[in-house]
């Protein structure tokens, strides 16, 4: 097991144990990554050897409250920046949906299209396997030409 799935993992027992929402949970992972990856100073701050646990924690700090993030996901990037595994993030937010999937008694397939397809069609495909196999079914979506 890789170390991000280690994580996804822990957070997800974690909020499910306290009864937490682990869609918004979820959500608001995405959300921060997405953040972090579309900012390159940011991605630097917080990837990178330039600031200390301690400074990266404050940066966590405010921009999750900015974002009105759960305190489950504060403490949950704050752990990782504490740990030096804030570069994990992308990772992890990829495993997060993988072991939900799994808790949820699905499984996760690989659609790789030599062409750009809808998330309409990937829904109806993953809807007809889903039916097929009596499990939930997701498909993780790449391309290659």
């Known amino acids: 097991m890789s170390v991000a799935k280690s994580y996804a993992r822990a957070l997800f027992e974690s909020v499910r144990e306290k009864g937490g929402a682990l869609e918004a949970v979820g959500a608001e992972l995405t959300a921060f990554a997405s953040a972090t990856e579309s900012s390159k100073d940011l991605g ?3 990837y990178g050897p330039i600031a200390n646990a301690g400074e990266k924690t404050a940066v966590i700090g405010a921009i999750t409250q900015k974002m009105g993030v759960s305190p489950a996901t504060v403490n949950f990037l704050t752990l990782l920046a504490r740990k030096g595994r804030l570069a ?3 990772k992890i937010v990829a495993a997060w949906d ?15 299209t030599a062409e ?4 309409s069609d990937v829904r ?3 809807d007809a396997f889903s ?8 498909f993780k979506v790449s391309i290659d030409p």
Not at 98 to 109: K, P, S, T
Not at 131 to 138: E, G, H, I, Q
């Open 44 to 46: 630097r701050v917080l």
């Open 88 to 90: 994990l993030l992308p």
């Open 98 to 112: 993988a072991v939900r999937l799994a808790a949820e008694g699905g499984v996760q397939g690989e659609l790789v």
């Open 116 to 119: 750009s397809i809808s998330e």
């Open 124 to 126: 109806g495909m993953a």
């Open 131 to 138: 039916k097929k196999l009596n499990k939930k079914v997701a």
